[in-house]
């Protein structure tokens, strides 16, 4: 269960970022891979128990989940990519072991309160 | 997003704090000269009984030593310090991985100019740990052919994280009918390129040609060429 690990990094983040805009944050927009090692759900569940009682309670965590993007060197092209399983280009089938994307675990935006 | 808010771009990785904590030690240990090796794998594939081989038969040519990471006990550093290196257990309490401030800390004291490789061995657990860079040259994951040859496809992201493959207890995989080239397509599938081995700690089969490599590993890492990379 890392994940509660996350919810409190990601608080602790965001709680520094406030502190610089002087704001109440209405919400946190995270970038979430599906190679982050990070389940979406279990991330939900830790940030919900990990916010009560803090300065973030109300503040909601909404998550864009970010697709596997791989480049193949044979077709000379980027493709995303099925799963996480099979890191294969989909196209040629060619092994693809350039990820360029889905690795994401990022706080990318905040909304503050005017 | 209500009327009365506005966007702030922040782009942070959450685990900033360990990234920079992570570059600090990596920047410590190339310094030093120090190799640090990482190993993951599930409860009971048999880390501390590679690594006891491994330490075992890297002393009398190079100065070792390890650190390993347990949820309570400290049961593995018993073993290893028969490998009589300088063992030091980090029992993590509720925490199911190891972080790179936990290895920074358990490093107070100790002199890396004084060490050509340090072991990392982390808890046993093959989820958690694959989040958090440690710092290390080459993370291993480990797994036993009891585990069955479809664990990468269970795991792809600490197999994907990782450098290294290593399948142990190779001595029992007549006797489990271990499947080593399905186990080998597994490994390719989460992370074309895997570097694999093969071996038993209890036997010595297939230990040297791992031990090479990781010899080979470490002097390039040592060449000019990389510490200006």
């Known amino acids: 269960m890392h994940e509660l690990s996350i919810a ?8 520094e970022e406030a502190e610089r805009q002087r704001g109440r ?55 995303p990519l099925v799963s996480i399983q099979d890191l294969r280009c989909p196209v040629c089938g060619n092994p693809t072991p350039d990820i360029l994307s889905g690795r994401e675990l990022e706080v990318y935006a905040i909304e503050v309160e005017t | 997003m209500s009327v009365n808010s506005r966007l702030v771009q922040v782009r942070q990785h959450v685990l900033k704090k360990n990234d920079v904590a992570a570059r ?24 501390t009984a590679f690594l006891e081989k491994v330490l075992g038969s890297l002393r009398a040519r190079y ?48 002199r890396l100019d004084d060490l050509d490789f340090l072991f990392l061995e982390n808890v046993g657990n093959l989820v958690c740990p694959s989040t958090f860079d ?48 399905a186990a080998h397509r597994s490994i390719q599938s989460v992370r074309p390129g895997m570097e694999t081995f093969e071996l038993s700690a209890k036997t ?8 090479n490599f990781l010899r080979c590993s470490q002097q390039n890492a040592a060449s000019p060429q990389r510490q200006q990379g």
Not at chain 1, 8 to 15: F, P
Not at chain 1, 58 to 64: D, G, N, S
Not at chain 2, 35 to 42: I, N, P
Not at chain 2, 149 to 175: C, G, H, R, S
């Open chain 2, 134 to 181: 440690l710092g290390e040259d080459l993370r291993l994951v480990l797994f036993s052919v009891t585990e069955g040859e479809d664990k990468p496809l269970k795991y792809p992201t600490i197999f994907n994280t990782a450098d290294v493959a290593i399948i142990t207890k190779m001595d029992l995989a007549e006797a489990t009918e271990f499947d080593a080239a």
């Open chain 1, 25 to 79: 944050v209405a919400a946190v927009h995270l970038k979430l891979g599906r190679l982050s090692g990070v389940v979406k759900d279990a991330l939900v569940s830790a940030y919900d128990m990990a916010r009560e009682g803090t300065s973030l309670a109300q503040t909601e965590l909404v998550i864009e989940e970010v697709p596997l993007l791989a480049h193949c060197s044979v077709c000379a092209a980027d493709h």
């Open chain 1, 8 to 15: 409190l990094s990601i608080l602790d983040l965001v709680e």
């Open chain 2, 24 to 47: 600090a030690l990596r920047a410590r240990f190339h310094e030093a000269g120090t190799f640090v090796v990482s190993l993951v794998s599930s409860p009971g594939a048999g880390k």
């Open chain 2, 63 to 110: 100065r070792v030593a390890a650190l390993v990471g347990d949820l309570a006990t400290d049961n593995d550093a018993q073993p290893l310090a028969r490998a009589q290196v300088p063992v030091k257990q980090i029992i993590t309490g509720t925490v199911c991985h190891l972080e790179a401030e936990m290895i920074a800390n358990a490093l107070e004291g100790w």
């Open chain 2, 204 to 211: 010595g089969q297939g230990m040297e040609p791992w031990l």
